[in-house]
C-alpha cells in the first residue's frame, strides 16, 4: 500500500500545478489522469499522477485542445506542430518587441553620454513600451453620476451583479468609452444569423478560423449552435476594438460555457479586449480567473461599481459568488427583469 504522506489532495494538487481544481476535475472526467482513491473515497494525488497532469496542463497551455492532449500523450505528436509553431510565433514577436525596447535604451543612453536628459515620455515607454487603455466617465442611471474609472482593459473584463443593478449600462457606457469597441447585446443571434453564412462565403479566411475554432471547442464538449457560431464570427474577425458582450452565456449549454472560457483563455496577447456580462458561474469561475482578467461587481443598492479580487475573503468577493449560478438556474430565470415601482 502507498503511504499517503506523499499525496496531495485536489486541492493542493491545482494549487501545486497552477491550475484550478476545476480543470483537474476535467482532465479526470475525460480520461487523462486517475487519481488514487483513499479508503474514504477521497482523490489523491501522488507523484506518478502529479506528473502526468502537469504534462496535461503543458500542452494545454500551448492551446491544445482535451482530445489533441489525449493523441499526444497516445504516442500521436502530429498534432504537436501547429500548436508549436503559433506559440514560436508569439516568442519571436516578442522577441522583436524586446529588441526594439533594447534598441530605444541604447539611444537614451547615448543622449545622456551627450549631456542631454531624456523626455518623461520617452522613459516611460520604455518602462512599458504598450501602454494599458484607461477609461473614465461619469457613471449613469441608475447611479448619480459618480466618476468610475477602469484601468489598464484586461484581455478578459467581466462584469456581474444582481437583476436590476445597471450592469446592461454600464456595459453600454464602457463600450462608448474603448475606442472602436462594439456592443454585442442578447438580440445579436437573431440579428447575425441571417447574414452569417454570406458574410463567412464572402471571406474565405474568416470562415477557416472560424471553422478551426469550432472544431476545437466541439473537442473540448461544446455543442455546435447558431449562438456559439455568432459569437466566433466576431471573435476571429479582423476587427481590433474591444468587444462588450450581454451575458455572454445566452443560448449556450454549461459544456459549451466551459469550452468557450478555455478557447478565451487561450487566444494570443493581441486578440481583442472582450468586456462580459454574466451570471454564469461557468463563464466567471471564480477559481480559474488569471491575472489577465479584471472581475467588476455592481452592487444591488447601486453604489459604484467596483473591481473585486478573485480571493475569498476580498471586499465583494461573497457578494460576486452569490450572483453567479449554474446553467439550469440561469435557464430559470431568463427573461426575468427587474421592476422599479413608481413611487406616487
Not at 248 to 263: F, N, R
Request: net charge neutral.
Amino acid at each position: 500500500m502507498r503511504s499517503t504522506a506523499r499525496f496531495l489532495n485536489a486541492s493542493d494538487a491545482a494549487r501545486r500545478l497552477g491550475i484550478s481544481p476545476k480543470a483537474l476535475r476535467l482532465y479526470e472526467q475525460r480520461g487523462l489522469v486517475a487519481p488514487v482513491r483513499t479508503s474514504a473515497g477521497w482523490r489523491t494525488y501522488g507523484p506518478v499522477e502529479l506528473a502526468r497532469a502537469g504534462e496535461i496542463a503543458a500542452l494545454r497551455a500551448l492551446g491544445l485542445s482535451l482530445t489533441q492532449v489525449a493523441r499526444v500523450l497516445d504516442g500521436d505528436p502530429l498534432c504537436l506542430d501547429p500548436a508549436l509553431a503559433a506559440h514560436q510565433a508569439a516568442l519571436e514577436d516578442q522577441a522583436r518587441q524586446l529588441a526594439l525596447t533594447v534598441i530605444k535604451v541604447r539611444g537614451l543612453r547615448a543622449s545622456l553620454g551627450q549631456g542631454q536628459t531624456p523626455a518623461t515620455d520617452d522613459i516611460a515607454g520604455v518602462l512599458r513600451p504598450r501602454p494599458a487603455t484607461s477609461i473614465a466617465f461619469s457613471l449613469p442611471w441608475p447611479w448619480v453620476g459618480e466618476r468610475f474609472e477602469l484601468r489598464d482593459i484586461k484581455a478578459l473584463t467581466y462584469i456581474t451583479g444582481p437583476l436590476g443593478s445597471g450592469k446592461t449600462r454600464l456595459a453600454h457606457a464602457i463600450a462608448a468609452a474603448l475606442p472602436d469597441a462594439r456592443f454585442l447585446g442578447l438580440e445579436r443571434c437573431a440579428q447575425q444569423t441571417p447574414d452569417l453564412s454570406v458574410s463567412l462565403a464572402a471571406d474565405p479566411a474568416l470562415s477557416i478560423r472560424v471553422n478551426h475554432a469550432l472544431a476545437w471547442l466541439i473537442e473540448e464538449g461544446a455543442v455546435a449552435s447558431s449562438a456559439l457560431l455568432a459569437l466566433l464570427a466576431l471573435l476571429e474577425s479582423d476587427e481590433k476594438g474591444a468587444l462588450v458582450i450581454d451575458m455572454i452565456e445566452q443560448d449556450l449549454d454549461e459544456a459549451s460555457q466551459e469550452a468557450l472560457m478555455t478557447y478565451l483563455r487561450g487566444r494570443g496577447p493581441e486578440a481583442r479586449p472582450l468586456v462580459m456580462l454574466t451570471r454564469s458561474r461557468a463563464i466567471l469561475d471564480l477559481a480559474a480567473v488569471g491575472r489577465d482578467e479584471t472581475i467588476i461587481l455592481c452592487p444591488a443598492n447601486h453604489s459604484p461599481p467596483s473591481e473585486v479580487m478573485p480571493c475569498p475573503g476580498s471586499p465583494g468577493y461573497e457578494a460576486v459568488a452569490t450572483c453567479l449560478a449554474s446553467a439550469e438556474v440561469r435557464g430559470r430565470t431568463a427573461g426575468v427583469i427587474a421592476w422599479r415601482p413608481v413611487v406616487a
